[in-house]
Structure formats: C-alpha cells, structure tokens
C-alpha cells in the first residue's frame, strides 16, 4: 500500500517518531515518491523551500525535510492557525498550493523572530533570577508567545544541559513547556509538583503543564530541591556518542557516501559521529551575516578540508596554527564542486606542542628558497615541498604551524586567486630604531624559545623582564605561550643576523612605563617599519 505514502513519511519526520524498524521502511519508501507526489501543496512546499529544482534527482537525507518543511507546517498552528497546513495538503489547485507554502513560508519567518526575542528574554531572566546553577531552569516571562516557548526551552536545554521548564505568563496564570534530560522523568516530576499545578501532561522528555502565577517561585524551588536526588554532576555534562576515530585523509567522498546506505537518519538512529586527533588548522574566520557561526581549513598529512561550526557563540573555536582533536558529521557540499565537509560538533586544543629555534630557522631558510622574491606558489605545494625536504625529521603538522608563525608575523602573505591558496614571501627590509641605553637581545643560551623573558642590557646589569600582555598563543614543551612581538624580535635580530641583504641592525626601542618598581606594559616600537 504506497497511496500518501509521502505524507506517512512527512508526519514520521515531522513528530520525530523513531526511525527504526517498520516507521523506517515507510520513511524511506515515502522520500522516494516526494518528487513524484501528486500532493499539490507538497509540491509546491518542496519548492518553494529549495529542496526540489529541475535538478534534484532524489531526497535521500531525513534531516531535509526536519528542517525544511516540518517547522514551515508546523509555524501555522504556533503562531497563526494549522488549518493554513491542512488545506495546503489538501487543496487541488496548483495556485492556492503555491499561495499557502508562501504563507506558511512567511509564517516560518515570523515565528523565528519572536523565538529569537523570547530566548533572548529568557537569557536576561536567568540572570535576573540568578539560577544559572539551578538543577532545573524554571525561567517565567510574561506574554511570552505560548506557540514558540517549547522551542526556546529546547535551545536553552542545549545551551545548560538540565530540564528546561520556560512559562508564560497571562492574566494571572503560567503556561508552561519543558523539555528535559534522559537522567531526569519531566513527567515524574511534574506528578511530584501536582499540587501547585493546574493541570499537566507528556512524557518522561517533554510536557506541559499551567500553573498559578504566585504559585512559580515557590514551585521552582521545591522542583529543584526534588532534583537534588536525582540528577549528578555527571547528568550535566553533555556526552557525544562517537562511531569511531579515523585519520582526516580517510574521510573522503566516497566513504561519505557510504553512510548514506543508512539513511533515513533520525529519532533512534542519529547521524554517525566520528573524531579526528591532532588536526591542523590551516585557516579560521567568521561567517553569516550576525558572526555567529565559525568556518576553518583543517589538515592532516593531506590537502585541508573545510569544517564548519553553526552558531558558535562569541568565541572563536580554534585560530590558524592550532593542532585540535575534533568530533563531526561529515557531508558533500557541492559548492563549487563536489567536496568534503564537516560539520562540527565539538574541539578540543591540544597544548603540548612546541616551536624550537633549529626547527624555525631550518623552515625559514627552506622557505627562501622555495618561494623567489616577488613569486608566488600555492600553498599545498608548499606544505608538500617542506614535507618532502624534512621527510623524517619534521611532522607535516610542525611545518604546517611554522607557515601559521610566519603567516602572522607577515614573513608570509597568504592570498587566494581563483579557488587556490598562495603564499608570497614578503622581503625584510627594516631598521629597528636605536633605543637610549638599552641593547635587547632574546636569550639565546637554550634550545627552546623563551616567550615571556627578554635581556635587556641597562649600566651593565642584565635583568629578566616579565611581558604579560600575550597577542597570540602556540605552546611550547614547557607550556609557556609565545609571544609573537617577540618571536619576531627573535627572528630579525637572531636568525636573520647572518642575511645581511635583509636585515641592517639589530637594535630596538623599549618603552617603558614603571608602576611599583615593576615593569608594565612594554611594548615594542616599530616606527618606520617596512616589510
């Protein structure tokens, strides 16, 4: 029987009913006949969504049509009235079809704003209420949209990881939708609250539930205190179930196209996730129009692929020359071509590397030779000319974050010219200014750079001066961070000493600014500097 099949899928998706054993073969059966529906508001949602163009062939990801179509149906009955979905489903004119996915479409637009300024309320009501370390975020507002509250408790849920009861308040009552953690029975602990409530009802993930307003504080307390029992620190931390660890060269297209035999990915049975350790990051910035989410090149003993992380929040995941352990979803993204893509999930730095004074030198002469003055090279040729020069005494990754040095201390331009990264070696040609009785020297008496002691020479005495304004962070094997003023100090008074082409003196200029017989606050002076 395949008759509607299509819409047994769509409500499957849309309900986020498991997606195992015969709701799977239904699911899978109803995407195959989406783009032949004879459903007309089906039809013209699918492309007015985007999903279907004369190009598509199939819809083979579940996660389209969670994302596409379902919170476009669903945005009628939260904001305005589900009739707009039902009619769409069922009317027989290709032109009212299109008129209601376009209402539905605007609808969707609506509701994403109001939920955007409730859970921005709900935020600033945490902070008011102080109940940032609550067990159980019970978190009031009044006039809060009732048809988007479970959305925001949703967000909020994986912003802290612990039960989300958000309520809205009207005339005197609280509307309330929670959402919580697989530690902690909602529907338990709402049976346990009855006697404050009005009426409730759900299941051990989600409910709702009405409440007196004066009723609230009293009952956020006696939740939380009921919680105590139940929910451990451990309950807390959100846990990532991984499928396996695999080198990033192994995460091809091919391989990704291999996982999409297990689709339809759902409701108990969620997209594999798998780790990479100790990956390079090549490029990093900021991308979308709020700089919200965060897109990086990352390699590993490979040409780089990108990596993305949707809403990332305020603070950058990662920066160029970092080595991190990551946990993603690999895809295709066919923008521009077919091409691997991994989406994110979470990063972890990895701290324990180092820079030594032969291995910059030995990179830094390599690289003048590699790349002429006023040429250009592209950057895989590159990372694969000093992988081959240094093939067993240098990882690809410690000559990858030499490149990510000399990127930032402007020895290396990095640009991109139709699709392809390159790097054009700048020629230094500067005069550190003289600096009234002070000659400053990096200690040079160790292997290792010292990134937080300089020497100064001052009526004959040497004395270590402490820098604690940092630019930039590498780590070094005695887990200091690098200060890149000093790195490049380092660079054009020791190891460029000997090019005399390049380099005239080897002086600079301190300025000093003295508070409590300490030093504070100094800074190098490079006036009149070209590089």
């Not at 993930?205 to 504080?217: N, Q």
């Not at 700089?291 to 003993?301: E, I, P, W």
């Not at 402007?410 to 139709?418: A, E, K, V, W």
Request: glycine share 6%; with cysteine.
């Amino acid at each position: 029987y395949k008759e509607n099949i299509e819409l047994v899928a769509l409500g499957t998706i849309a309900d986020v009913v498991s997606l195992t054993g015969e709701n799977r073969i239904l699911v899978k059966e109803g995407m195959a006949r989406f783009l032949l529906t004879p459903i007309k508001g089906l039809s013209a949602l699918l492309r007015i969504t985007g999903l279907v163009n004369e190009d598509t062939k199939e819809i083979l990801h579940a996660d389209y049509i969670s994302f596409g179509l379902a919170p476009r149906l669903n945005a009628a009955g939260r904001i305005t009235h589900a009739k707009y979905g039902v009619e769409l489903m069922t009317t027989e004119s290709g032109e009212e079809a299109e008129a209601l996915a376009q209402i539905l479409c605007d609808t969707n637009i609506e509701r994403q704003h109001i939920e955007r300024e409730i859970y921005e309320e709900a935020l600033q009501r945490i902070a008011e209420l102080q109940i940032q370390d609550d067990l159980v975020l019970v978190i009031d507002g009044k006039d809060w949209h009732p048809g988007v509250i479970g959305i925001v408790a949703s967000r909020i849920l994986e912003l802290y990881h612990r039960p989300v009861l958000v309520i809205t308040v009207r005339n005197g009552v609280g509307k309330g939708s929670c959402r919580s953690i697989s530690a902690f029975n909602i529907h338990e602990a709402l049976e346990k609250m009855a006697g404050f409530l009005i009426q409730y009802g759900g299941h051990k993930m989600a409910a709702g539930f009405s409440i007196p307003a004066e009723k609230i504080s009293e009952f956020r307390k006696r939740i939380n205190d009921y919680a105590k029992g139940i929910i451990t620190v451990d309950d807390r931390i959100p846990v990532l179930e991984l499928e396996e660890s695999l080198p990033l060269d192994e995460v091809n297209i091919e391989f990704i196209r291999s996982l999409d035999l297990l689709e339809p990915y759902g409701s108990d049975n969620p997209k594999p996730l798998f780790a990479s350790f100790r990956v390079f990051v090549e490029t990093a910035r900021r991308i979308g129009n709020d700089r919200k989410h965060f897109k990086c090149r990352l390699s590993q003993n490979r040409e780089p692929v990108e990596a993305i992380f949707w809403g990332i929040g305020d603070k950058d995941p990662c920066c160029p020359g970092d080595i991190v352990d990551i946990v993603y979803e690999p895809e295709i993204h066919d923008w521009y071509g077919e091409h691997v893509q991994l989406i994110c999930k979470d990063i972890r730095p990895v701290k324990d590397y180092f820079l030594t004074r032969d291995f910059l030198i030995d990179v830094f002469v390599r690289l003048r030779e590699l790349i002429p003055n006023s040429k250009s090279v592209a950057v895989f040729e590159i990372q694969n000319r000093l992988k081959r020069s240094f093939e067993g005494k240098y990882s690809r990754q410690c000559l990858c974050t030499a490149l990510s040095v000399f990127e930032e201390l402007n020895i290396l331009y990095r640009f991109n010219r139709n699709g392809v990264d390159y790097y054009q070696r700048k020629v230094i040609n500067k005069k550190l200014d003289n600096g009234k009785n002070v000659d400053v020297k990096l200690k040079t008496k160790i292997d290792i750079i010292s990134p937080v002691l300089i020497m100064t020479k001052e009526n004959s005495e040497y004395n270590y001066v402490h820098i604690p304004k940092l630019e930039r962070y590498y780590f070094i094997d005695r887990k200091e961070p690098i200060n890149f003023k000093l790195v490049k100090l380092y660079l054009t008074c020791d190891v460029l000493e000997s090019y005399k082409n390049d380099i005239l003196t080897s002086n600079a200029r301190f300025r000093r600014n003295i508070k409590n017989g300490d030093y504070q606050n100094i800074s190098l002076d490079y006036s009149n500097e070209t590089v």
